[in-house]
């Protein structure tokens, strides 16, 4: 699959309505979740494996959406491949008083992954240059009231690359997915939750409320799409109404990411290597004597 063209370029003008919200491949969706999916879950696998033990490079995820896009089902299904030991999710919600008296890239430097690790964000800083800014409640926090100026999300957007850039240089690498999804569908997805008892969990009257600020958020994703899709750190607009289609692509740009970073197992310095033949004639010998002893 040729990915760079959900891929938004650099400095490149957004405008969402011109970018697919469902499939625009004549792909085949049996054959995409029987054979296309399991391969890519497998080399992730591997690879993730590699990454791991190599313990050098370590991976960054973000995924922002609107409400019931599918971030969660995204990370169960895509994500399943992962070895949990090597794997971090992380939710960000409204910030805690805690989080409120550092500054807002706080609680994200926490939640980073370490060597070795990928890191996945179920919403992420971005949250401060999009609900905060459809609701222009900046004021709410604890920043400096002569700090909050008319340029403030300008500010925070190359705060925001920088950070990014920061930690790419430092061997981090950043996976931004955008999960892309209609007015219509969304509309669907919470009836489902309101029809289906057993997913009346996943319902919340904020929904309802932030979906009458559609265009407002579609406008911020626009803006935010702009101003921080990065040489280092680009964002990806996945078409989020066909579900499986879009967790196929989401596995395409994360084992594209794994594979570019390509993490080896590491080698044995010369003396364990020269003492490996030693140690297995000791495990083998006792085991020849344990069968002696049967």
Known sequence: MDIKKYQVKTGQKVNLKNYPTSIDDQM????????????????????????????????VMVLQAMDAAGKDGAIKHVMTALNPQGTKVTSFKVPTRIEMNHDYLWRISKALPARGEIGIFNRSHYEDVIVTKVHDNVDHGKIPEKLITEDIWTKRYGQINNFEKYLVENGFKFIKIFLHLSKDEQKDRLLSRINNPDKNWKFSKSDIYERAYWEEYQNAYEEMLENTSTKEAPWYVVPADRKWFSRYLISEIVLNVLQEINPQYPSLNQEDLANLEQWKVILEKEEENTLRKD
């Open 28 to 59: 085949n969706k049996k054959e995409t979740k029987k054979r296309l999916m399991p391969d890519n879950l497998e080399q992730m696998r591997e690879l993730q494996d590699r990454l791991y033990a190599e313990d050098k490079y370590g991976v």
